[in-house]
């Protein structure tokens, strides 16, 4: 049902990638938090991925707690370039490359934990991409999907964007993005519970929140 679909969202390149880098930038301390959660229960040294991590802030948030060996794979050159600089401005040390997230390069157990936030909606090889999650994790490792509910209200979209604090104009914009181009790609609770069923995971268990869904996979 998910095996595959056609990427209709926008060509994160040029100036459109630093345009959503200088917005995303706005919520850092949610990339913080996120980080501060995702560390909670890995142990130190562990190898984690990010997929898709675009301009690299939850990768970074990441490394600065100082005990994690980070990849970020983003199939946007623009994006991976973007994630370097911003990682040397930080001081810290991620591998970012470029890549295909149904298509990763990296052989079998390569990390403990794989995470992938506001991304998944966009793979066009939905499928594909878990099973790479799949083979790229430890035995007992877990992956991470964090993206929007495909049932998301415009209501909840408003009043998720106002607390961004952006520009009259930037606002609109972002609102826009996420009615037109990103919840329409989105996918629901039940079709994210048939994609992880389906999967070769162990286990899985998924939580709504305020205009999202948080997955979570353990091989």
Known sequence: MHRNKPYKG???????AAWYAKNT???I???????????NGTPAHSRILEVAPGPGYL???LAKLGQFEIVGLDISKSF???AKENARAES???????GNASAMPFVENSFDL???RAAFKNFSEPIG???EMFRALKVKGRAVILDLRKDASYKDVAAYVEKLNLSWFDSLLTKLIFVLLLIPRAYSKDQFTQMASRSRFGGYSITESEIGLEVRLTK
């Open 10 to 16: 926008i060509g994160m390149e040029g100036r459109i």
């Open 92 to 98: 810290v040390s991620v591998d970012f490359r470029q």
């Open 25 to 27: 930038r706005r919520d």
């Open 129 to 131: 991409a878990l099973s």
């Open 29 to 39: 301390a949610e990339f913080r938090s996120l980080a501060a959660r995702l560390s």
């Open 114 to 116: 794989i995470v992938c």
């Open 59 to 61: 990768s970074i948030e």
């Open 80 to 82: 991976v370039e973007i």
